[in-house]
């Protein structure tokens, strides 16, 4: 059974840090790229960034850079997003997804094979 299993989140102040992680099991990590995506109240769900646990590269959305960092651990088939400098408009819930053979720049929501439930990160001002 796959499984994607997101936690990590909570509420923070501006400027503050959470790091959340997602837990995959049930398919072959090495083949796939995680991502995690966010979605707002009332908003699309939006691809926050990406990594290839094949190749280690990465994306990430423009409104992030700089302060999210993605990473995985391969040898625990997890996959880490270190958010620092978190804003208010951050506040959403974030799902990680995973795709078989996505190149991390071509991240869209359709395009992902699997999806954990959400974990709610919420920035106060």
């Known amino acids: 059974e796959v499984q994607l299993q997101a936690s990590g989140g909570g509420l923070v102040q501006a400027g503050g840090s959470l790091r959340l992680s997602c837990a995959a099991s049930g398919f072959t990590f090495d083949d796939f790229a995680i991502a995690w995506f966010r979605q707002a109240p009332g908003k699309e769900r939006e691809g926050v960034s990406c990594?290839?646990?094949?190749?280690?590269?990465?994306w990430y959305e423009d409104s992030v850079k700089g302060r999210f960092t993605i990473s995985s651990d391969n040898a625990k088939n997890t996959v880490y997003l270190q958010m620092n400098s978190l804003k208010p408009e951050d506040t959403a819930v974030f799902y990680c997804?995973?795709?078989?053979?996505?190149?991390?720049?071509?991240?869209?929501?359709?395009?992902?094979?699997?999806w954990g439930k959400g974990t709610q990160v919420t920035v106060s001002s």
């Open positions: 997804a995973a795709a078989l053979g996505l190149r991390v720049g071509d991240l869209d929501p359709y395009l992902m094979d699997y």
């Open positions: 990594i290839s646990s094949s190749d280690g590269s990465t």
